[in-house]
């Protein structure tokens, strides 16, 4: 089946809340309480999408990866961002979203292959396995910094690549 990656638009916000919400389902069921998971709503992460394809954060670059008929398997999110340390230095980073299709474990990742001129940071889920694998193999190790995400309670590991 052939892919095309293109910008996102406004009218692709219900699609991607519609896979977002079904990600995350399957990607961290056993590492965020069922009740959070069964809690999110399609409609919820539609509106955020719409609302970040209307008014893009500067520095973002966001690519939707697509297959024909313009169902939308999944995406990528690459995005400067400010990362503090608890020494007060702050540096720039990238934030990366979901790289790939859940079922083609060899898909290239636009997020892993950006290189930002000091480091590139990413936060993943603790206990996924799959993913940190992934950034390993890109170079990327855990620094070390934790973090607790406020809506769903799981602990987020900082991963880094130096440059």
């Known amino acids: 089946m ?4 293109e910008e996102p638009t406004v009218d692709d916000a219900d699609e991607l809340g519609r896979v ?4 995350w389902r399957q990607a961290y069921a ?9 809690g999110l709503e399609h409609v919820a992460f539609a509106e955020r ?13 966001l690519r939707s990866v697509k297959r024909l008929h313009h169902n939308v398997p999944t995406w990528t999110t690459v995005a400067l961002s400010v990362t503090g340390f608890r020494d007060g230095w702050h540096v720039p980073s990238l934030r990366s979203g979901a790289c ?4 083609s474990p060899r898909s290239s990742c636009p997020a892993s292959q950006a290189r930002p001129a000091e480091r ?5 889920i603790e206990g996924n396995e799959r993913a940190m694998a992934f950034y390993r193999r890109r170079g990327f190790t855990d620094d070390g910094g934790r973090d607790i995400d ?14």
Do not use: F
């Open 49 to 61: 999408w719409r609302s970040r394809l209307a008014d893009p954060l500067p520095g973002n670059r």
């Open 120 to 124: 590139s940071d990413l936060w993943v």
């Open 100 to 103: 790939q299709p859940p079922q």
């Open 30 to 38: 056993g590492l965020m309480s069922p009740d959070y998971l069964a």
């Open 150 to 163: 406020e809506e769903s309670g799981a602990t987020e590991i900082r991963m880094v690549r130096r440059a």
């Open 2 to 5: 052939a892919w095309t990656i």
């Open 20 to 23: 977002h919400v079904e990600i």
